[in-house]
């Protein structure tokens, strides 16, 4: 989905980046309340390594934002 979204947007002069997931959740904190601490290492920077990889196919010079998980 993303790679179809960089490939519509890319030459698009007003779109400076993609943000791949706003507000992304801890996961399951009662069974491993280490995530409050590492979550995004576990559990998104995999998924954020695979979604970049995607969106650098068809467009190499936006930015990609990458919003972390954060405990209130």
Known sequence: MWKLVATHFK??????GYELLNE???GDVK????LYLNSDKVNLQPFWN???KK???VDNS?????E???FY
Do not use: H, M, Q, T
């Not at 030459?11 to 400076?16: A, Q």
């Not at 936006?62 to 990458?66: D, G, P, T, V």
């Open 50 to 52: 695979i979604l970049a």
């Open 55 to 57: 969106i650098r196919e």
């Open 31 to 34: 069974k491993n309340p280490l």
């Open 24 to 26: 992304p959740f801890f």
């Open 62 to 66: 936006s930015l990609i934002y990458f």
């Open 68 to 70: 972390p998980s954060v």
């Open 11 to 16: 030459d698009e002069p007003n779109v400076i």
